[in-house]
């Protein structure tokens, strides 16, 4: 045999010795596999796709499968995939032939040829080489940027805590002015919300790049804040710090480049998550620091600042090394590694293709199908569909409803413990719990929610649960002494729980029901944009005249989590409609054998649910 790379291997072969079986195949004409008369659910496992030749993935000459190996010994074959060829830099382009049929041609032979090819992506690789990767992503990857943005969300928002530790006292003004703070807080918002288009800047400039430089810039800023002399001085310094934090927001969109739609809830848990175990730390810290600082000549909240900002410097220099810019770049994955990321991904985009080309046509108009990088660089034109699009609009609605309790209460959450009569100390110990029980929550619902692809129910749901700890919060001062403090104190827990999840799960729906790379970035930005005006609001719902029940930002809240629970549902119906619309418009044309995988409920092991609808309810 051949060992040029470009020669195809005898799949037949491989496909017999890698399995170990007794299983035949045939080869029809043009090189595909014919299946044998065995059709029971092991023996279509055991099939090969005999149009199908591996490089890199080690399949050696012999037919056996390859470990982990780097190199392997003897021949090795070139990766080619139906509908498409393979060129040296990773990047698989689609046949003319399939870009025409695209545009009105024979869909039937179409979406058999996009069928073949996901079977031909899911049996390259094991399930257990594929969860080798996912869990190498999870440690290096998903959990830094959690770390990341725990720095991010412990340096906006500190200010609470530092509030409390004699900041008021230090910057006021004479005479003093009342708005002072809010102004703080509204100042870092306005800054957030006018350059939330920097999201997008993580499909134009390297990861590695783009990464340290932000979490560099705001560790810089918010260590600065504890030399701060004057209120407007505070404020102009928190106007930089959103400018800093705004490119952040992106990491879900990111995130989208490594790991699959049914995946993704789960990871954005992972990353979002960090902000209740964000708060439970800052409140600890922030207990620590008051003890310590007693007998210290430096102000404890200028302690505050500098010790939670500092670590974000040192770590934007590991993110040099740490962040990759695209799965066929990252330094930890072995060359087998790296393909089986490229060819997950693919069967994924190839899905998703075939399912959402009628609601967005401009996604199914490019000729080339690359795998997700974060350097692909931005199609305008499907950058602005997304705000044609009724989905992006809702989940931006529904977003900017769920902010105003997320990322307010953190921030208010120690001065209304404080106003509830318990000491500084107290209070900043007290406001630790609701967030360490969020975070466990979040992760659990994250991961049930990706388990039964569904967000609409567990939005809602939680959204009324959230609601609910809202409503006892601002019926404290009418109820009298019927709601004691620790009532209220005990009412902060699923406030925190609902919010903390909805928010999750609203970001991973928009992206994963937006079709193309560059029109995920755009409803990404839409729904970024919009919800962060849901802060902005927020902060005006906690004045100190309304100290210290706040019954204005908790019967606000609570309506924003009631109104989170209606938008998720409208969503459901309308997707449901949407889903309903592409199948009368135009029936997909599905092989055989898939249909008939799809019939018989083993679609999950092959990777075919929702083949009918690509919308995710």
């Known amino acids: 045999m051949a060992r040029h790379q470009t020669e195809k291997a005898d799949v037949g072969t491989i496909s017999s010795r890698s399995h170990g079986s007794n299983s035949s195949s045939q080869t029809?004409?043009?090189?595909?596999?014919?299946?044998?008369?065995?059709?029971?659910?092991?023996?279509?496992?055991?099939?090969?796709?005999?149009?199908?030749?591996?490089?890199?993935?080690?399949?050696?000459?012999?037919?056996?499968?390859?470990?982990?190996?780097?190199?392997?010994?003897?021949?090795?074959?070139?990766?080619?995939?139906?509908?498409?060829?393979?060129?040296?830099?990773?990047?698989?382009?689609?046949?003319?032939?399939?870009?025409?049929?695209?545009?009105?041609?024979?869909?039937?032979?179409?979406?058999?040829?996009?069928?073949?090819?996901?079977?031909?992506?899911?049996?390259?690789?094991?399930?257990?080489?594929?969860?080798?990767?996912?869990?190498?992503?999870?440690?290096?990857?998903?959990?830094?940027?959690?770390?990341?943005?725990?720095?991010?969300?412990?340096?906006?928002?500190?200010?609470?805590?530092?509030?409390?530790?004699?900041?008021?006292?230090?910057?006021?003004s004479s005479p003093p002015r009342a708005d002072y703070f809010q102004w703080a807080l509204r100042a870092f918002y306005l800054a957030y919300i006018a350059f939330e288009w920097m999201s997008l800047l993580w499909r134009v400039v390297p990861a590695h790049i783009y990464v340290s430089l932000i979490v560099l810039s705001w560790g810089i800023i918010a260590s600065l804040q504890a030399v701060v002399t004057s209120y407007p001085l505070l404020i102009a310094l928190r106007v930089l710090l959103g400018i800093g934090e705004a490119g952040f927001t992106g990491v879900p969109f990111y995130l989208s480049f490594f790991f699959k739609r049914r995946e993704l809830a789960f990871r954005t848990a992972l990353f979002i998550s960090a902000a209740p175990l964000a708060s439970a730390f800052?409140?600890?810290?922030?207990?620590?620091?008051?003890?310590?600082?007693?007998?210290?000549?430096?102000?404890?909240?200028?302690?505050?600042?500098?010790l939670e900002g500092f670590p974000s410097i040192i770590v934007a220099t590991i993110a040099w090394n740490v962040i990759s810019d695209s799965p066929e770049t990252t330094s930890y994955l072995s060359p087998r590694e790296r393909k089986i990321a490229l060819l997950r991904l693919r069967h994924d985009k190839v899905q998703q293709h075939s399912h959402g080309r009628s609601a967005s046509p401009s996604s199914s108009s490019t000729h080339k199908n690359k795998p997700l990088s974060s350097t692909s660089g931005l199609k305008l034109k499907d950058v602005l569909a997304a705000f044609k699009d009724p989905k992006a609009w809702l989940t931006a609605f529904m977003f900017f409803l769920a902010n105003m309790a997320y990322s307010t209460l953190p921030a208010f959450l120690p001065t209304i413990l404080r106003d509830m009569g318990h000491s500084e100390l107290q209070a900043e110990a007290l406001s630790v719990p609701p967030n360490l029980l969020a975070f466990g929550i979040v992760l659990i619902t994250a991961h049930v929610s990706d388990r039964v692809q569904s967000r609409s129910l567990f939005i809602a749901v939680h959204a009324l649960i959230s609601a609910s700890g809202y409503l006892?919060?601002?019926?404290?001062?009418?109820?009298?002494?019927?709601?004691?403090?620790?009532?209220?104190?005990?009412?902060?827990?699923?406030a925190a729980v609902g919010f903390f999840s909805v928010v999750v799960l609203i970001i991973a729906w928009s992206i994963n029901n937006q079709p193309g790379e560059s029109q995920r970035g755009g409803g990404f930005a839409l729904l970024q944009v919009v919800g962060q005006c849901g802060p902005l609001l927020g902060a005006q719902l906690y004045p100190d005249r309304d100290a210290p029940f706040f019954e204005t930002g908790m019967w606000a809240c609570a309506a924003a989590m009631f109104g989170v629970a209606v938008l998720a549902v409208v969503l459901r119906l309308y997707l449901a409609w949407l889903n309903r619309k592409l199948d009368e418009d135009e029936g997909m044309g599905v092989d055989e054998e898939v249909q008939g995988l799809v019939e018989s409920g083993r679609t999950e092991r092959m990777g075919f649910s929702g083949l009918r609808h690509w919308a995710e309810f």
């Open 282 to 306: 800052a409140g600890f810290l922030a207990w620590l620091i008051l003890w310590v600082g007693k007998n210290l000549p430096i102000a404890s909240w200028r302690l505050l600042f500098l």
């Open 472 to 494: 006892i919060l601002a019926l404290a001062r009418p109820a009298g002494g019927f709601i004691s403090p620790t009532l209220r104190y005990i009412a902060v827990y699923p």
């Open 28 to 172: 029809s004409e043009g090189g595909q596999a014919t299946p044998t008369s065995d059709s029971s659910p092991d023996a279509f496992n055991r099939r090969r796709p005999l149009s199908l030749a591996a490089e890199d993935l080690g399949l050696r000459a012999d037919g056996t499968v390859g470990g982990n190996d780097d190199e392997n010994d003897g021949e090795t074959y070139e990766l080619q995939e139906i509908g498409g060829s393979a060129t040296r830099d990773g990047e698989y382009h689609e046949d003319e032939e399939d870009a025409h049929m695209m545009h009105g041609g024979n869909r039937k032979q179409h979406e058999r040829r996009l069928s073949d090819s996901i079977v031909a992506s899911f049996q390259l690789y094991t399930p257990d080489e594929e969860k080798a990767v996912i869990r190498k992503f999870d440690r290096r990857l998903v959990m830094f940027l959690a770390f990341c943005y725990m720095l991010s969300f412990v340096d906006r928002s500190n200010i609470g805590n530092a509030r409390i530790a004699g900041m008021e006292a230090d910057l006021q």
